[in-house]
């Protein structure tokens, strides 16, 4: 992207969000202009997410979620020659669809759209319209107006030794496929298929409110949800999501404020610490009870409630998506979940428990 605003094009360069575009290819973009001593030759501007070259060439970053700026967005100089979509399968077709219709207007350049993401299932409407002929042996495919190239961690110079260890013992043919290998997966038992993405965001009747909170720092990332729940169609809503990596607890709480507002938050409960230092902060922080089953008996719980996720949720709908059960040596489905990437569906479970004791007291599930 930074050699061809030097060039003369012009980007769009989109996520399904636009809080995580920033924090991901928009970060990405400003490094390689500093690491390459380039800064005499770009302008940022931060809070409009735009990159200008000297030559009047710009990168444009924005949400999906922003729909009418996506629509009438145009650089200051030429017209938009590249759109990048960042995190490809978190998109709907009908979004790309839509971003194809801003690659207009006359250009000495070829019009171009590319795709960059981790492959995640063969039902996806990705692999479906974009894959015909691939096969997972391949690593590039070229057409006459398409390129596909696959890169593995093999091919990334930046993972450590302990990164390639962990890749490699990966034991779970789902994730060693798609993580390890770089091919498209096929799900085995997916413990949810009760959940659909909606845009929640002009709704207002919001009133019995739920929050949720998995403890995280290093690898693993702190997760906090804001959620309703409708006891009549028993249907839980999804409204908000916080996921952060590396912050102390008073940065933690700073976070979550503006989402938890003054309602109560079920924590994590093994970490009593701080739970704590939260109410020090100002939540209204608690500990889950937990208790004999509670993960299962949790699941078990949700799998009977319609789950409404709203589209900017996008790191627990990717959760919903992939959690699954384990297998054991047979291939055989165990009723224990694969303890991984699951912090999202942890600390709803954690702020549903009172909801989920009282069908507890009423007898079993099944």
């Known amino acids: 992207m930074v050699l061809d605003l030097l060039r003369g094009r ?9 809080n995580t575009i920033r924090s991901s290819s928009f970060n990405e973009v400003r490094k390689v202009i500093s690491e390459w001593k380039l800064n005499e030759l770009f302008q940022v ?21 922003d729909t009418e700026k996506v629509k009438s967005i145009t650089p ?16 709907k077709e009908d979004d790309i669809k839509q971003l194809e219709k801003r690659l207009r207007g006359r250009s ?16 996806h409407w990705i692999f479906k319209k974009y894959f015909s002929g691939w096969t997972d042996q391949d690593t590039f495919l070229r057409t ?3 390129f596909i190239l696959k890169t593995t961690y093999k091919d990334n110079e930046f993972l450590d030794k302990e990164d390639c260890v962990a890749l490699e013992s990966e034991t779970d043919p789902y994730w060693r496929e798609v993580y390890t290998l770089g091919n498209w997966g096929v799900l085995g038992d997916v413990i949810f298929k009760n959940w659909k993405v909606e845009d929640l965001s002009q709704e207002s009747h919001w009133d019995n409110i739920r929050n949720g909170l998995d403890f995280g720092f ?30 102390t607890n008073p940065e933690l709480a700073a976070q979550i404020k503006p989402i938890v507002g003054r309602h109560r938050v079920v924590c994590d409960s093994a970490e009593p ?28 719980w949700l799998q009977q409630q319609e789950i409404i996720i709203d589209r900017n949720c996008q790191c627990t709908t990717n959760e919903f998506q992939t959690y699954q059960w384990k297998k054991n040596a047979a291939g055989e489905t165990l009723r224990i979940p694969i303890d991984k990437d699951n912090h999202h569906i ?21």
């Open 346 to 366: 942890d600390d709803i479970r954690y702020g549903t428990e009172d909801l989920q004791e009282k069908r507890r007291t009423a007898g079993p599930l099944f």
């Open 76 to 91: 200051e100089v030429g017209v938009i020659t590249d759109i990048h979509v960042e995190e490809a399968t978190e998109t």
């Open 144 to 146: 006459s107006n398409q």
């Open 45 to 65: 501007n931060k809070s409009e997410m735009t990159i200008t070259c000297k030559n009047g060439r710009q990168a444009l970053f924005k949400g999906l979620d």
């Open 273 to 300: 610490k701080s739970i704590k230092e939260l109410q020090q902060e100002g939540i209204d922080a608690v500990g889950a009870k937990k208790g004999k089953d509670s993960v299962n008996f949790g699941i078990q």
């Open 10 to 18: 012009n980007y769009l360069s989109v996520r399904n969000t636009g």
């Open 218 to 247: 290093g690898s693993h990332p702190a997760a906090c949800n804001h959620m309703h729940y409708d006891s009549k169609r028993k249907q839980l809503f999804i409204l908000k999501e916080f996921n952060g990596f590396g912050l």
């Open 108 to 123: 000495e350049f070829v019009k171009r759209l590319s795709l960059s993401f981790n492959p995640i299932l063969k039902s």
